[in-house]
């Protein structure tokens, strides 16, 4: 019933920014909370970011004030702002979802960063 689709992905270089996107459609009612996770090459899924329906925000230690979730006002929409991108950031970004209890996730999205 919930879909969520990334967008804002591709190839950056070191240093350069990006801002992904997550777009929550169909059945959207009862979102709790929205956080972005990724996953690079040959390593395990982490967690980076999340925002809950009142805004409140958890973030990953590694963050170190790089990264910075956002949401529009009906949190249908998530957003993950990137700085200062290093090579070790590359990997899939995924977007996830909690509605009344239940993760859902999107499809990924890949993040290159060049040297």
């Known amino acids: 019933q919930l879909r969520l689709v990334e967008s804002g992905g591709g190839l950056v270089q070191g240093g350069g920014s990006l801002r992904l996107s997550c777009a929550a459609s169909?059945?959207?009612?009862?979102?709790?909370?929205m956080s972005w996770h990724r996953q690079a090459p040959g390593k395990e899924r982490e967690a980076i970011a999340a925002?809950?329906?009142?805004?409140?925000?958890n973030y990953a230690d590694f963050v170190k004030g790089r990264f910075t979730i956002s949401r529009d006002s009906a949190i249908n929409t998530s957003y993950l702002q990137i700085h200062s991108l290093k090579p070790e950031d590359t990997g899939v970004y995924y977007c996830?979802?909690?509605?009344?209890?239940?993760?859902?996730w999107g499809q990924g999205i890949l993040v290159t960063v060049s040297s």
């Open positions: 996830s979802a909690n509605q009344l209890g239940y993760d859902y």
């Open positions: 169909g059945d959207i009612f009862g979102i709790i909370a």
């Open positions: 925002i809950t329906s009142g805004g409140s925000t």
